[in-house]
Structure formats: C-alpha cells, structure tokens
C-alpha cells in the first residue's frame, strides 16, 4: 500500500501562497480548491492543503 502525505497549513493570503507553491513546482488541484482553501500537489502521493485563517478555524481547534 502507498502512503500518501497530506499537509494542512493556515495561510493568511490564499492567492499569494497558491503563488508560492506554483513557483515551487506543486500544481494547484482544482476539485479539492475555492476561494477559502486550496489543495496543492507535489506528486501522486504528496499534497498540501493551505487554508485562510477563517477555514483553518472551522476545521480544527488548533490555534494558528
């Protein structure tokens, strides 16, 4: 079975860290992205999830 590693990173400009990860060689997944997250692939098995604030809140208690 292949492992797969998923990130989930509080941004606090999504448009900005898309950028950064683009530049970066990640591709933007644009089934799991919208204007309050977006999933960022590195390859099959690696990906990133960068979050505004706002989404990070909602999706755990974690402080940012």
Known sequence: MT???FVNLP???LAKSMAFYEALGFTNNPA???ETAACMVWSETIFVMILT???WRSFTQ???
């Open 62 to 64: 974690r402080p940012i």
């Open 11 to 13: 941004v606090a400009d």
């Open 3 to 5: 492992r797969m590693i």
């Open 53 to 55: 604030h706002g989404k």
């Open 32 to 34: 799991f992205s919208d």
